[in-house]
């Protein structure tokens, strides 16, 4: 007989967009075959977009380690929930070399066998003020244009009105 085999499942988004100097909660979340072990660990990885070597991001093992070095040094916080399947971290002020792929690995002795979640960061620069300004003027033209066009229909139908109720007037004076 074959038993199925136990393993980890994870799940995060494939792609985010993020603004640089913001923080952004990376999801990560799982389900196991086994129940939840006092030896579950998660580890948390990066990979430059020029792929260079992995960089260690975060590690749990009954609570979270930060690296001692290295780019995340300062800027991770554990935001996950073991008892709600959840892995999640937050990176703090977020800048353009952080672009990369992140990946979530979760073991849950027995169960180490799994797909590791990877996530793709793209870190964009923060929107200008012409470009706001722009959007703002484009928005409010649109709304003032609409406003124009429902007030036009409004009194056309008004002038009708009064004309259709005039000739009914005449007429019935007529008779």
Known sequence: ALWPAAAVEVYTSKEVDAVNGTNLRLKC??????????????TWNFQPEDLSSHEPVLYYLKEPYKPPAGRFKERVTWDGNIERNDASIVIWNLQPTDNGTFTCQVMNPPDFHGAIGEVRLRVVQKV????IHFLLVAIGSACVLMIIVVTAVIICRHRRK?????????ADTEL
Not at 31 to 42: K, R, T
Not at 162 to 170: D, G, L, R
């Open 128 to 131: 200008h003020f012409s470009e």
């Open 29 to 42: 979340t799982f389900s196991s075959s086994s129940p939840i072990s006092q030896e579950l660990s998660v």
């Open 162 to 170: 009064k004309a259709q109720e005039k000739k009914t007037k005449v």
